[in-house]
């Protein structure tokens, strides 16, 4: 009782003290797309589970789907490479029958987790300013890994595998440019 009296204590602080994102401000667009987005993408709309089940049912190292993806004459930036091989590194493959599952759902994206944008974005505004918790930081995996070792932190319902997704996402594409983060959202 007392970390939901808690949770809802930060929440009412952050929303009063202005921290939390504007009413008008409801989109992450103007961040580095993540992995997920980035798998769609390349594999295109509508997304097709034949060409999503290799690449989902695939186990490789980072390094492993970088080459993977070099082959593919993607036009992606390397940036934006090194955030898919990282992605896909954590998360492929996926649950076993998840894709299947979403397939006759009829979306088989639905299959995959979700990615460091995703998480970043659904996780830091509670407690603090999205700005000044993650969009500045200039940190490798492990330092972004050792966040979650402070005690608001460690409270986060996040799974390890979100937590390495959401460090190796961040490693990649923080810290951004001031100028490239809305006003409404800074600081």
Same mark, same amino acid.
């Given at each position: 009782? #007392? =970390?939901? =009296? ?6 009412? %602080? ?7 994102p504007?009413? !008008?401000?409801?989109t992450?667009d103007?961040? /580095?797309?993540?992995?997920k987005?980035?798998?769609? &993408?390349?594999?295109?709309? /509508? ?8 690449i989902?049912?695939?186990?490789? #190292? &980072? &390094? $492993? ?14 940036? $934006?490479l090194?955030?898919?091989a990282?992605?896909?590194?954590? #998360?492929? /493959?996926?649950?076993?029958g998840?894709l ?22 659904? #996780? %830091?505004q509670? %407690?603090?300013s999205?700005?000044?918790? *993650? ?10 890994? !050792? ?5 608001? *932190?460690?409270?986060l319902?996040m799974?390890e595998?979100?937590? $390495? ?13 001031? &100028?490239?983060?809305?006003?409404d959202?800074?600081?």
């Open positions: 009782m #007392n =970390r939901i =009296r808690n949770l809802a204590l930060a929440v009412a %602080c952050a929303w009063l003290s202005g921290m939390l504007a009413h !008008g401000q409801e992450s103007f961040m /580095p797309k993540g992995g987005t980035l798998l769609i &993408e390349m594999l295109g709309q /509508p997304l097709d589970a034949a060409a999503l089940r290799p989902a049912t695939a186990r490789r #190292n &980072e &390094e $492993e789907w970088l080459a993977f993806l070099a082959d593919r004459k993607t036009s992606m930036s390397a940036r $934006e090194r955030t898919l990282g992605y896909l590194a954590v #998360n492929m /493959p996926v649950a076993g998840a299947d599952s979403a397939q006759e759902k009829g979306d088989p994206g639905a299959a995959l987790p979700a990615d460091g944008r995703e998480l970043a974005w659904n #996780n %830091c509670f %407690c603090h999205l700005f000044a918790s *993650h969009l500045t930081q200039d940190r490798d995996v492990s330092g972004w890994l !050792g966040m979650f070792g402070s005690p608001f *932190h460690r409270e319902q799974s595998r979100e937590r $390495e997704t959401f460090a190796r996402y961040s490693a990649v594409n923080m810290p951004m440019k001031l &100028e490239d983060v809305p006003a959202l800074r600081f």
